[in-house]
């Protein structure tokens, strides 16, 4: 790593994926924020919204996006709303900036899932396809020298995690497919949704887009489908669960004829060998748990064969704001500007 930190500018940053980006950048030794931009809190200190920050930015305080394009840097995080990211973007490559969004913006290849999911076309389509698919433990060598990066959504994250190595392995069918999954309220950013408030949330577990609704749908599709080397669909229900952050992931796909625990075992093994953010728990034994990945980046997974129904269950937690979003922002940065991968990423889960 060179003694000179790069520099990065954040748009977006007074949300919960911004904000999580402040905090695992604050102790990144190879990256150091030189702007943090929000157009309704431009002028604010970041530590009047982040008292935890302070140490880290007592003194810099919050511009606007134009402003921080103005000002421009080495690598620039789009922690924007759908659909504001594409708008920027080419202004911040433009600057020269190695470019990494967490929107949706440019997530999908094809052009005629944006209006079909998102409810507009998309206003850079020659663009879909130019920029890496940010999931390091399947797109490590796309994402190596990018200036464009695509981080993935937080439930295609966990569903692909656990999923994509059975599918191109040929252990599970990629026909059936069932993604059952739970995220915390943060998932949902700091709008405020009747349905994320403390008085709806609290004591309360609901699905919600159900019937392949939800816009991760055709991520996940996207994805098994590369893996799968032919269409690929799926049913995906989301539930909202009444904690603040975490993803638990459990699929449901049919096994192969021969395939068991050990097989399966053995496809994880060989598909996460030497990933630094991959646990692979011990099949049958123990099992995905979100407060076990809470707060950092890493993620568990674990498979089992139930021969009695002929079907594969595969499980995967993850933080949905660090792994989820903005850990994995990190590591694909520190992957594309050749850093050591897990730079600013050695983080370990509260106590209990």
């Given at each position: 790593m060179t003694s000179t930190k790069r520099t990065v500018g954040v748009l977006g940053a007074s949300g919960y994926a911004g904000g999580e980006l402040l905090r695992l950048l604050a102790r990144h030794p190879g990256l150091q924020v030189a702007w943090a931009a929000g157009d309704r809190q431009?002028?604010?200190?970041l530590a009047d919204r982040y008292p935890g920050l302070r140490a880290a930015y007592g003194d810099l305080s919050f511009c606007s996006l134009d402003e921080g394009l103005d000002k421009g840097a080495d690598v620039v995080f789009l922690a924007l709303?759908?659909?504001s990211a594409a708008a920027v973007a080419p202004r911040a490559l433009a600057g020269g900036a190695t470019?990494?969004?967490l929107s949706a913006d440019f997530r999908l290849r094809d052009p005629a899932d944006y209006p079909a999911w998102y409810?507009?076309?998309h206003p850079l389509p020659e663009q879909l396809g130019a920029w890496s698919y940010g999931l390091p433990e399947l797109h490590r060598n796309e994402l190596l020298g990018a200036r464009r990066v695509a981080v993935p959504g937080c439930y295609p994250t966990a569903a692909l995690l656990a999923l994509a190595p059975l599918v191109a392995a040929g252990l599970v069918a990629a026909d059936g497919i069932v993604v059952d999954a739970k995220s915390g309220l943060s998932g949902a950013g700091r709008s405020l949704l009747d349905d994320n408030l403390f008085v709806q949330a609290n004591e309360n577990v609901t699905p919600y887009q159900v019937g392949g609704r939800h816009r991760h749908t055709p991520e996940i599709e996207q994805e098994l489908a590369l893996a799968a080397g032919r269409p690929v669909a799926v049913t995906f229900t989301p539930h909202l669960v009444p904690a603040t952050r975490g993803i638990l992931a459990t699929c449901y796909a049919t096994l192969a004829e021969s395939a068991g625990d050990d097989d399966l075992a053995a496809c994880y093994a060989a598909a996460y060998a030497g990933e630094p953010f991959v646990d692979l728990l011990p099949p049958g034994q123990a099992w995905p748990?979100?407060?076990a990945v809470a707060t950092t980046n890493r993620a568990q997974v674990a498979a089992v064969a139930?021969?009695?129904t002929g079907r594969a269950v595969a499980a995967a937690a993850i933080d949905n704001l660090v792994k989820g979003a903005a850990g994995q922002a990190v590591q694909c940065a520190n992957i594309a500007l050749g850093l050591?991968?897990?730079a600013g990423l050695d983080l370990v889960p509260p106590g209990p």
């Open positions: 431009r002028g604010q200190p709303p759908h659909g470019v990494v969004d409810g507009s076309p748990a979100t407060r139930d021969h009695r050591p991968e897990t």
